[in-house]
């Protein structure tokens, strides 16, 4: 099929939140609140697995990992949001938005990655704690992370350079608030069959087979917990999990409610919003389940406050 009157963009505009007037200031507002929550929270978790001797175990590893992943994603998205809310242009260039899409799949599947990894290293801790230390040693936790750091290089490069090199002709402006694929496509003037089928392979592969490995080690690891003669032992092996399954469970519902609901929810103009829990709630949310849930990390927090006062 031959198209015509093809135009080549240097911008787009986002218009997420454009039609929302005066409220526009009392969104930048809540939403910077809720980043700067964000990034301290998952900083504070990343400093205190580096300087307390007591988080240098796999677990807090991974978590660190997964921290990162967090503030490297609403950092991605967040701030050029907030200046759009407060601008009267509100528009992201070329290159720009190239960047955001590259590393909404990067930190996107990274974090998938890193929950499965964090669901296996619980699979050997309680199904199999005497071969907890030569499995799960140091070099196989950093090949593990260096895994799904080139995963997400490799997602994000692919992403990012199919979905903005297709020839756009009818309109530089996304009805959302930040660069992503789902409201790009309809733009392009080309044949998009191939990339949706790939992308949805991707999700496949990316997305929903991490979910069906961290089910499946869950399975196992609630077997054994069944399994155990000690009342108590089964509440340490259940506690050890509870942070993980509430991040776990928090994560692919946003997630699900986003992306598996998009004919739901875009006729009506709100899909954009749906965004918003996994991309600004559920980042910030996960440094306080973990810290408060976790009496490693809040004694290690306990001793920082109290080395500072002293």
Same mark, same amino acid.
């Given at each position: 099929?031959?198209?015509?009157?093809?135009?080549? =963009?240097?911008?787009?505009?986002?218009?997420? =939140?454009?039609? $929302?007037?005066?409220?526009?200031?009392?969104?930048f507002i809540?939403?910077?609140?809720?980043?700067?929550?964000? *990034?301290?929270?998952?900083?504070?978790?990343?400093f205190l697995v580096i300087i307390d001797p007591t988080l240098?175990?796999?677990?807090?590893?991974f978590l660190q990992n997964l921290s990162f992943a967090e503030v490297g994603f609403v950092s991605n998205i967040v701030p050029m949001? $907030?200046?759009?809310?407060?601008?009267?242009?509100?528009?992201?260039?070329?290159?720009?938005?190239?960047?955001?899409?590259?590393?909404? =799949?990067f930190f996107g599947t990274m974090e998938c990655y890193i929950l499965t990894v964090m669901a296996y290293d619980r699979f050997v801790a309680i199904c199999n704690p005497l071969r907890y230390t030569v499995?799960?040693?140091?070099?196989?936790?950093?090949?593990? *992370?260096?895994?799904?750091?080139?995963l997400g290089v490799c997602v994000g490069i692919i992403h990012s350079?199919?979905?903005?090199?297709?020839?756009?002709?009818?309109?530089?402006?996304l009805f959302h608030f930040f660069c992503d694929v789902p409201p790009i496509l309809p733009l392009a003037c080309a044949d998009t069959y191939r990339f949706k089928l790939f992308?949805?392979?991707?999700?496949?592969?990316?997305?929903?087979?991490p979910f069906l490995l961290i089910l499946i080690s869950y399975i196992h690891i609630v077997h054994t917990i069944l399994r155990m003669t000690s009342v108590e032992g089964r509440r340490k092996a259940f506690s050890t999990c509870s942070s993980h399954i509430i991040v776990v469970t928090l994560f692919y519902?946003? *997630?699900?409610?986003?992306?598996?609901? *998009?004919?739901?929810?875009s006729s009506t103009g709100n899909k954009h919003l749906l965004s918003l829990s996994y991309i600004v709630f559920t980042p910030m949310l996960n440094p306080i389940i973990y810290s408060l849930r976790n009496k490693e990390v809040r004694g290690a927090l306990s001793r920082l406050i109290r080395k500072k006062i002293s």
């Open positions: 099929m031959t198209w015509h009157n093809q135009t080549t =963009f240097n911008e787009f505009i986002l218009l997420g =939140f454009s039609n $929302l007037g005066q409220f526009q200031v009392l969104l809540v939403f910077l609140i809720v980043y700067l929550l964000t *990034v301290m929270g998952n900083f504070l978790i990343i240098h175990s796999p677990m807090y590893f949001m $907030l200046v759009n809310l407060l601008s009267e242009k509100k528009t992201i260039s070329f290159l720009g938005c190239r960047a955001q899409i590259y590393f909404v =799949f499995v799960m040693n140091r070099n196989v936790c950093v090949l593990l *992370v260096i895994v799904g750091w080139t350079a199919w979905v903005l090199g297709f020839p756009f002709c009818r309109s530089n402006t992308s949805l392979i991707i999700t496949f592969l990316a997305v929903l087979c519902s946003s *997630v699900s409610l986003t992306h598996i609901r *998009v004919k739901t929810f």
